[in-house]
């Protein structure tokens, strides 16, 4: 059984309700749920956070604890060195999700610092970007 940790950065907090017509109508709670049962074989920890310290502090205990990592930084991908040092000095694999497409959206969404430091990023897919990378990453290919 391979231990996946998702980790959602600020305002990831309020889906379902913010801006539907760009992130859907699904909380990610009710979306967990439905990934545990989806993925039997994996046991997931999850962890949402507005603050960038407790997101590189989870960060560092799940490298201790976790096979794997999806993140989710949300506008901390776009904006936090220390975030990105993080990944960088983590040895286990992680993908990064964007549940818009961070290229259909404003021009400073454009860049992830962090997405570097990840195996690969999925966008633009909604929810089910979470899914795929899970798929990914039970799969063997890190």
Not at 44 to 62: A, D, P, V
Not at 117 to 128: D, F, K, R, V
Request: aromatic share 10%; hydrophobic share 35%; charged share 20%.
């Amino acid at each position: 059984m391979k231990k996946i940790g998702i980790l959602n950065g600020p305002n990831l907090n309020q889906l379902g309700t913010r801006e539907p017509e760009i992130y859907g109508s699904k909380t990610f709670e009710d979306f967990f749920g439905e990934l545990e049962n989806r993925f039997e074989n994996s046991e997931f920890s999850y962890k949402q956070s507005n603050e960038e310290g407790e997101l590189i502090n989870q960060l560092q205990n799940w490298e201790k604890t976790q096979d794997a990592i999806i993140i989710n930084l949300a506008g901390y991908s776009h904006t936090s060195v220390s975030l990105a040092d993080t990944l960088k000095a983590i040895s286990l694999p992680v993908i990064e999700v964007h549940i818009s497409n961070i290229y259909a959206r404003e021009e400073f969404r454009h860049r992830s610092l962090t997405a570097s430091y990840c195996q690969g990023c999925i966008m633009g897919l909604g929810l089910e970007g979470y899914a795929l990378a899970t798929q990914f990453l039970l799969n063997d290919h890190n």
